[in-house]
C-alpha cells in the first residue's frame, strides 16, 4: 500500500511539472525583441526553416554580427540553406556560418561553445524551437558557463501549445521532451557533486 503511494505521488508530481513545463513554453512565445549580442545561433531540427528565417531576421536587424546553423543536414548544401534562409547574397556570404558535425543538443551546445570561442565572442542570441528551448538552454549554459544567452524561441507551427494535450503528436512531443529535460537536470546534478565531465563525451 506505502509503494502504491508512493508512485502515486511521483506519478502526480511528474504530472504537475509537466504542466508547469508547458505552461512556461506557452509563455515563452511569441519571442520579444532580443537585446544585440556578439552572435545568433539557430539550431536545427523540425521546422528548421523556420528557426533559420528567425535567425536570418535578426541579423538584418543587427542584433548579431554572425550567424551560427548548428545541425545542419550533411547532405545540404551551402545553398541550399542560402535559398532557405532567403538572406541577401552579400549578407550571407559575409556572415553566415554553417556547422555540419552536431547530430543532436549535445553537439549543438559544443560546436556552438567552440564558434563562440573561436570569434571571441560573449554573448549569443539561441534560436530554436519553443519546446525545445528549455533543454537546449541547459546544454548551452553547461557548455559555456560565461556566455551570456538570450532566448529566441520560435512557435512550433504542428502543435498548439495552448492545446498541447489534446492531440497524441502534441502530448508525445511535450512528454517527451519534459523528460529529457528531467533527465539533463539529474545528470547536471550528479556532475555538479564531483569533477565536471566534457559535454562533449557524452551522448544524447
Not at 18 to 42: H, K, M, N, Q
Request: glycine share 6%; hydrophobic share 45%.
Amino acid at each position: 500500500m506505502k509503494s502504491l503511494a508512493a508512485l502515486l505521488v511521483v506519478v502526480l508530481l511528474w504530472a504537475a511539472g509537466l504542466w508547469a513545463f508547458a505552461s512556461r513554453i506557452e509563455a515563452s512565445t511569441p519571442a520579444g525583441i532580443p537585446e544585440a549580442a556578439d552572435g545568433v545561433v539557430v539550431l536545427t531540427g523540425a521546422g528548421s526553416n523556420e528557426r533559420i528565417l528567425a535567425g536570418v531576421r535578426l541579423l538584418e536587424a543587427e542584433k548579431g554580427k554572425r550567424m551560427l546553423v548548428s545541425g545542419v543536414y550533411r547532405a545540404a548544401s551551402r545553398e541550399d540553406i542560402r535559398a532557405v534562409s532567403k538572406a541577401t547574397r552579400r549578407l550571407y556570404d559575409c556572415c553566415v556560418d554553417l556547422d555540419f558535425n552536431a547530430a543532436n543538443t549535445i553537439g549543438n551546445a559544443k560546436e556552438t561553445a567552440d564558434w563562440a570561442r573561436a570569434m571571441r565572442y560573449d554573448s549569443l542570441i539561441v534560436v530554436t524551437a519553443d519546446y525545445h528551448m528549455p533543454r537546449a538552454m541547459l546544454e548551452l549554459r553547461s557548455a559555456m558557463p560565461k556566455v551570456r544567452l538570450q532566448a529566441y524561441p520560435v512557435t512550433t507551427p504542428v502543435i498548439d501549445m495552448a492545446d498541447w494535450w489534446r492531440s497524441s503528436k502534441g502530448a508525445r512531443l511535450i512528454g517527451w521532451e519534459y523528460c529529457k529535460y528531467l533527465a539533463i537536470l539529474g545528470r547536471e546534478a550528479v556532475l555538479s557533486l564531483g569533477p565536471r565531465e566534457d559535454p562533449a563525451s557524452r551522448k544524447d
